[in-house]
């Protein structure tokens, strides 16, 4: 059914010009009814509901069928119970028999590894599913197979970090890359941080002391080691001369 009535006529004209005659049936549930309220009020002529007293002939026959249905269904779950009974009584039951199965030894062990293989592929495929792989190999104690598996599976995370950096773009370096090794070892020497100079040190330096020496100038024996003779409070001095 339509959701509109303008679509509903536009739908049924087209069925009717499609065979230029014949009849269009519309099936209307208990959520379309409103619509189909809609389409009976602006009709023109008449609605005649033909198929309304064959649905209720065929009510009785629907309800007998699923009246039919329900008691075949109790019927096999008590003839079930009256087998299992039985077969209790005569001291038969399916648990002292020895299982009988439809693949030899050699075919389930095959069918074992064959599912493992699949299971580690698929933990291959993401890193998701590798994770949960991982996980649940430390939750309960390996095997040899797949401790194997778990190594193969170190082995191939690791290959695809390194090209993972392999195919990161290097740094463009003023130096040769033979020298960078060096250069991280004399880091290593010195520390983490490495030494600062004395010129950084002096001009990150903010603390009170600091700034009180740099409004005090340089000391006498910066000032003679540098040749500054220091400026007199005062006007200029003349000698005078005796007379």
Not at 15 to 42: D, M, N
Not at 100 to 111: D, G, I, L, P
Not at 218 to 227: A, H, I, T
């Amino acid at each position: 059914m339509p959701s509109t009535p303008k679509h509903y006529v536009h739908r049924v004209g087209r069925t009717a010009r499609a065979g230029k005659s014949g009849r269009s049936v519309s099936l209307v549930g208990e959520s379309e009814r409103r619509i189909l309220k809609e389409v009976v009020k602006s009709a023109k002529n008449s609605v005649k509901a033909r198929f309304r007293d064959v649905i209720t002939k065929l009510e009785k026959d629907v309800d007998a069928v699923v009246r039919l249905e329900r008691e075949e269904r109790e019927f096999a779950a008590s003839e079930a119970k009256l087998s299992v009974a039985q077969k209790r009584l005569e001291g038969t039951s399916t648990a002292d028999q020895s299982r009988v199965w439809f693949q030899t030894q050699q075919e389930r062990k095959q069918s074992r590894v064959s599912k493992a293989l699949q299971e580690f592929d698929l933990a291959l495929r993401g890193k998701k599913k590798r994770q949960k792989f991982l996980q649940e190999g430390k939750r309960k104690e390996p095997t040899a197979e797949e401790r194997a598996q778990f190594e193969i599976l170190k082995a191939q995370m690791f290959a695809e970090r390194a090209a993972k950096r392999d195919r990161r773009p290097k740094r463009a370096r003023a130096m040769a890359e033979e020298e960078e090794p060096q250069r991280k070892a004399t880091n290593q020497k010195g520390g983490k941080g490495g030494k600062k100079s004395v010129f950084d040190k002096e001009l990150t330096n903010t603390s009170s002391k600091a700034l009180k020496h740099y409004r005090a100038g340089p000391s006498f024996e910066d000032r003679k080691r540098l040749g500054i003779e220091r400026k007199r409070p005062g006007g200029p001095k003349f000698n005078r001369k005796k007379k």
